[in-house]
Nanobody
Framework: QVQLVESGGGLVQPGGSLRLTCAAS????????MGWFRQAPGKEREFVVA????????SYTDSVKGRFTISRDNAKNTVYLQMNSLKPEDTAVYYC??????????????????WGQGTQVTVSS
């Protein structure tokens, strides 16, 4: 069982930065690849980025490449999402999620067995 709690969202101007944090409970955090998703009003939840269990590999959706960086600290049971050069279209509720053990496809939401409650990110002047 893994419980996930996101924090760090807020209101930021275009071009600004935010760092999201996802804190996980449980002793098996390092067993899970982790992903970040986002959901804008009226839209489906979409994949943003994921990181392997040991942090060695990452995968980003094209729209955030070069602007967002995912990282994790298994000793602290935490995954981070550094977001730079934010744009209004990045406005959404951001969720972290733990990939089901044995799954290798990061993109579908159905591959994730545990989800946080989400944190709102609003990019506006």
């Amino acid at each position: 069982q893994v419980q996930l709690v996101e924090s760090g969202g807020g209101l930021v101007q275009p071009g600004g930065s935010l760092r999201l944090t996802c804190a996980a409970s449980g002793r098996t955090f390092s067993s899970y690849a982790m992903g970040w998703f986002r959901q804008a009003p009226g839209k489906e939840r979409e994949f943003v980025v994921a990181i392997a269990r040991n942090g060695a590999t990452t995968s980003y959706t094209d729209s955030v490449k070069g602007r967002f960086t995912i990282s994790r600290d298994n000793a602290k049971n935490t995954v981070y999402l550094q977001m730079n050069s934010l744009k209004p279209e990045d406005t959404a509720v951001y969720y972290c999620a733990a990939l089901r053990i044995g799954y290798s496809d990061y993109v579908p939401t159905s591959g994730y067995g545990y989800w946080g409650q989400g944190t709102q990110v609003t990019v506006s002047s």
